[in-house]
């Protein structure tokens, strides 16, 4: 059984940069996608990133290609989501997730396990 911890959220101004960190235990070597989800107050989640564990294929939505990315340590379980030129629409609670899966998807259906969420919120 796949359990999540998410750490790292915040209040940043517009341009700034916050680092979040999913610790994923239990995750299959050759079964298992984290992603990275958000939901903004009145929206309906998104999935903003996520990567395979067993090939290392990852997606970035549109919108923060360019300015969020992914680094996987699963030898420590861990997975950052660097986020920089953070604007204020990036305020959301984010999510982090696992699938039992090889691919990676940005579905929220495709996902099993749910993380607490952290709030991230970006104002000047």
């Known amino acids: 059984q796949v359990q999540l911890v998410e750490s790292g959220g915040g209040s940043v101004q517009p341009g700034g940069s916050l680092t979040l960190s999913c610790t994923a235990s239990g995750c299959p070597a050759d079964d298992c996608v984290i992603g990275w989800f958000r939901q903004a107050p009145g929206k309906e989640r998104e999935g903003i990133s996520c990567?395979?564990?067993?090939?290392?294929?990852?997606f970035y939505l549109d919108s923060v290609k360019e300015r969020f990315s992914l680094s996987a340590y699963y030898d420590r379980n861990i997975v950052f989501l660097q986020m920089n030129g953070l604007k204020p629409e990036d305020t959301a609670v984010y999510y982090c997730a696992a699938a039992s899966r090889a691919a990676c998807t940005p579905h929220s259906t495709n996902y099993d396990v749910w993380g607490q969420g952290t709030q991230v919120t970006v104002s000047s």
């Open positions: 990567i395979s564990r067993r090939d290392g294929g990852f």
